[in-house]
């Protein structure tokens, strides 16, 4: 039996009978197509069906609309968008995954994914993950990216999230979002995995601020409001940074922990997650459809500057936090959540 901590890992991706865990198929019929699956995991194949069939709705992927056709085959796991997508309850798991673009299904075919999902049953008796805990694994070295021969059909469980970090430094932690805060354009920015592309390093500091504050705010605004999301048309990368910064300046608490995200969403018109980015092949071209503007939620494009039509949130709290850390230092920041969680 699994102990309560326990938290399983399973892969999902387009399978022949030989490939999945679930089917281990030999001879004439390994060779023959099955379809997604299990391709790995850390539990028995009796458990791992019903657990994969809990788990399959969520990890799906889709390249930008605008892609080029020719564009499917040149594109990789690391050159086209990652998806790191969290929810705290999906049917009665807290599952936090990586999903990256395949090249390529089993039959050849162009446009496929591979996903690494981490899971764990909800139980009263546990803490629950923190969305933190969980942006904090954006591209972290221990997720699988892709398909192999020599993958394992039966994978360890792990006993923390941490574990996928293989001791290394967070690529998102409290030290890059103060340096995509802070640091002028064209500074040396404290971001060691990379996470800030060349558009946000040439950009005032200033102006990246007042996106984040706008951000802020607008999710402050939707929020405990059923089905309504932030979304922003923004790198995947800096998606996580911005959806991290969001929480971390939030008390713990229950706003914190019903938060669900996905840093890449190709089809914005369902968005099931509570923040949600998504973004395009070529978005000084493509935009999101006119009627996204006007929608419920709040939307930013940060390419074009468009923003939702009908709200214009205050953005007070949000202003606030952000001077404070960037006036005085997390420090002052802490003490500050701290005393909004001990008011309750």
């Known amino acids: 039996r699994s102990s309560v901590s326990t938290i399983h890992q399973i892969y999902c991706t387009h399978c022949t009978h030989g490939t999945s865990a679930l089917e281990r198929r030999e001879g004439e019929l390994a060779d023959r197509m099955l379809g997604y699956s299990a391709r790995a995991g850390s539990l028995e194949a009796r458990q791992l069906r019903r657990y994969y069939r809990q788990i399959e709705r969520y990890v799906y992927y889709y390249l930008p609309r605008d892609t080029p056709s020719e564009e499917k085959l040149r594109l990789t796991a690391s050159l086209a968008p990652r998806r790191l997508v969290y929810h705290p309850s999906a049917g009665g798991l ?22 690494h999902v981490l899971f764990r049953d909800q139980r009263d008796n546990q803490p629950a993950w923190s969305p933190l805990d969980c942006l904090r694994l954006w591209s972290a070295p221990g997720w699988v990216e892709e398909d192999s021969p020599s993958l394992p059909f039966l994978l360890q469980p792990l006993g923390s999230l941490d574990q996928v970090l293989l001791g290394r430094r967070p690529a998102i932690d409290d030290q890059v979002l103060l340096s995509f805060l802070s640091t002028p354009a064209g500074g040396s920015f404290d971001d060691p995995a990379g996470v800030i592309p060349e558009r946000w390093r040439r950009t005032d500091a200033g ?18 409001t059923r089905g309504e999301s932030l979304l922003l ?4 990368s800096v998606a996580a940074l911005v959806f991290y910064g969001i929480l971390r300046l939030l008390p713990a608490g229950a706003i914190r922990q019903q938060v669900s995200f996905s840093t890449f969403e190709a089809n914005t018109d369902r968005v099931a997650t509570s923040l949600a980015a998504t973004s395009f092949c070529d978005p000084q ?12 939620g709040f939307v930013i494009n940060t390419f074009s500057g468009r923003r939702s039509e009908s709200r214009r949130p205050e953005a007070q709290y949000a202003r606030t936090m952000v001077r404070r850390l960037l006036e005085e230092g997390w420090g002052a920041v802490d003490a500050g959540l701290s005393d909004v969680e001990s008011a309750g």
Do not use: M, N
């Open 207 to 224: 102006r990246r601020g007042d996106l984040f504050i706008e951000a802020f705010g607008g999710f402050l605004e939707i929020t405990g």
């Open 285 to 296: 071209k493509t935009d999101l459809r006119a009627d996204a503007y006007r929608s419920r």
């Open 233 to 236: 048309v923004i790198e995947p």
């Open 94 to 115: 807290q599952a936090v995954a990586q999903v990256c673009y395949r090249q390529t299904d089993t039959q050849g075919r162009p446009g496929s994914y591979f996903a």
